[in-house]
C-alpha cells in the first residue's frame, strides 16, 4: 500500500507562485511513475504534469498544454517527495491539486493511477 499526502496549497494573487509537495509513504515509490491533477468546482479532475520513474537515463516530464512553461514537476525519492513548482499562477489555475502515483501509466489518463491523495487547495485571486 502506498500513501500519498499533498501540502503546499493556498492563496495567492495571479501571477504569484507556489510550490506543492507529495510525500509517499508505504511501499518504496521508486519505481512509480507519479502525476499531479487538479479539479475545479463543477469540473472533471483533469491532467497537469506527470514524471515516470527515474531509470539509468532519467525519468520523463509530461506537462498539460495550459500549464507549459509555468509549472515544473520533479521528484526527490531519497525523500520520498514530488513537487510542483507553479509560477505565473491565473484564476484560471484555481482548484484541488490531487498527487497520483502508478506503474506504466498512461500521463493524461486518470484510470491507469493506483494510489491517490487527499488533494490541497490552490486559489488564485484576480
Known amino acids: 500500500q502506498v500513501q500519498l499526502v499533498e501540502s503546499g496549497g493556498g492563496l495567492v494573487q495571479a501571477g504569484g507562485s507556489l510550490r506543492l509537495s507529495c510525500v509517499t509513504s508505504?511501499?518504496?515509490?521508486?519505481?512509480?511513475?507519479m502525476g499531479w491533477f487538479r479539479q475545479a468546482p463543477g469540473k472533471e479532475r483533469e491532467f497537469v504534469a506527470a514524471?515516470?520513474?527515474?531509470?539509468?537515463?532519467?525519468?520523463?516530464?509530461y506537462y498539460a498544454d495550459s500549464v507549459k512553461g509555468r509549472f515544473t514537476i520533479s521528484r526527490e525519492d531519497a525523500k520520498n517527495t514530488m513537487y510542483l513548482q507553479m509560477n505565473s499562477l491565473k484564476p484560471e489555475d484555481t482548484a484541488v491539486y490531487y498527487c497520483?502515483?502508478?506503474?506504466?501509466?498512461?500521463?493524461?489518463?486518470?484510470?491507469?493511477?493506483?494510489?491517490w491523495g487527499q488533494g490541497t487547495q490552490v486559489t488564485v485571486s484576480s
Open positions: 508505504g511501499r518504496t515509490v521508486r519505481s512509480y511513475d
Open positions: 514524471v515516470t520513474w527515474r531509470t539509468w537515463s532519467g525519468a520523463d516530464t
Open positions: 497520483a502515483a502508478g506503474v506504466a501509466i498512461r500521463a493524461g489518463v486518470v484510470g491507469t493511477y493506483r494510489y
